[in-house]
């Protein structure tokens, strides 16, 4: 509180400077209280404040591109950017087939979120196939060539992609396809990708584990221009269970949208992911304090 020093005497100036201690005074007094007042409120505006900063302290994760299966997936994340979990299905079915054997929807969500490597060698031990590591990641390159350069954005993919770099809200890629097979998949749509930075596949040095275990999304969050001070103001879009689980480990929200019928998956997955939707056109970007679509 403001103090009033002895003045030599009581005349106008002296008066005047009482007064003046004594409203110095009371305005530290109100000025201590509003304080008080404001960082109460503060602590429980903070999350909001935090969710609504421009672009800054929001951050969403794309798995990469996504299938269009229930119509959109993956969300940023594995999700659903371009058609690709169908192209894959298509593309390892035709490998198996020579063989006599079919590609299952219990061996692809397996794979899902996996490395190439990782994912021949699940592949061929599910399928008891007959070739080695080698031989399925040649096989199945020769057929992603022709089939991936054709990949199509899913519903709703673009609009949203578009709305969250219009507010420069940080967008970043985490994928478990290679670097090469990544530029392979997203060929026709170079623009659209230069709004993610940045992009992290899994043959980055920073990834020692695939997912379901955390390393691409924390990798992506570190890499950020402008860090997040926590993993939970990162919002993960997946369609695979690996991913969903990945995201969960890392800390971050995470929206599911499943590239397969929502019966094939984990119910714990389900469960455990913070929204589920059969179709990215279905996601309001204002339930996670982004900014609304300008068009409605």
């Keep these: 509180l403001a103090i009033s020093l002895p003045l030599r005497s009581f005349g106008i100036g002296s008066f005047r400077a009482f007064w003046y201690g004594q409203l110095s005074g009371l305005v530290e007094v109100v000025a201590g209280v509003i ?30 591109i996504i299938p269009e299966i229930s119509p959109q997936n993956r969300t940023m994340s594995s999700w659903y950017v371009i058609d690709t979990e169908s192209i894959y299905t298509e593309c390892l079915q ?19 979120g996996k490395s ?42 673009g609009r949203l992609i578009q709305h969250l770099a219009s507010y420069n809200i ?33 043959d980055a040095t920073e990834i020692r584990l695939t997912k379901p275990e955390p390393d691409v ?6 890499k950020f221009p402008n860090p997040p001070l926590s993993m939970s103001q990162c919002l993960v879009f997946e369609d695979g269970e690996n991913g969903v689980r990945a995201a969960i ?8 949208v499943p590239s397969l019928p929502l019966s094939n998956y ?30 409605i």
């Design 35 to 64: 304080g008080v007042c404001f960082v109460q409120l503060a602590n429980c505006l903070l999350p909001f404040a935090l969710a609504f900063a421009a672009g800054a302290m929001l951050f969403v994760v794309f798995n990469e």
């Design 94 to 112: 035709i490998l198996c087939a020579p063989y006599g054997k079919n590609f299952s929807t219990e061996t692809k969500l397996q794979m899902m």
């Design 116 to 157: 190439s490597l990782e994912a021949g060698q699940i592949l061929i031990r599910n399928l008891n196939l007959p070739m080695t590591d080698e031989e399925f990641l040649t096989k199945s390159n020769d057929i992603y060539q022709e089939a991936f350069p054709s990949a199509e954005l899913l519903p709703g993919v």
């Design 170 to 202: 940080p967008m970043a890629i985490g994928t478990g396809s290679s670097h090469e097979l990544f530029l392979l998949k997203t060929s026709g749509h170079r623009e659209l990708f230069r709004l993610f930075d940045p992009v992290i596949c899994t």
């Design 217 to 222: 999304f924390l990798a992506c969050a570190e």
């Design 249 to 256: 480990a890392a800390g971050m929200k995470v929206v599911l």
């Design 266 to 295: 984990d119910q714990s997955v389900i469960q455990h992911a913070t929204l589920t939707l059969d179709s990215l056109l279905k996601f309001d970007p204002a339930e996670f304090g982004l900014p609304p679509f300008d068009d």
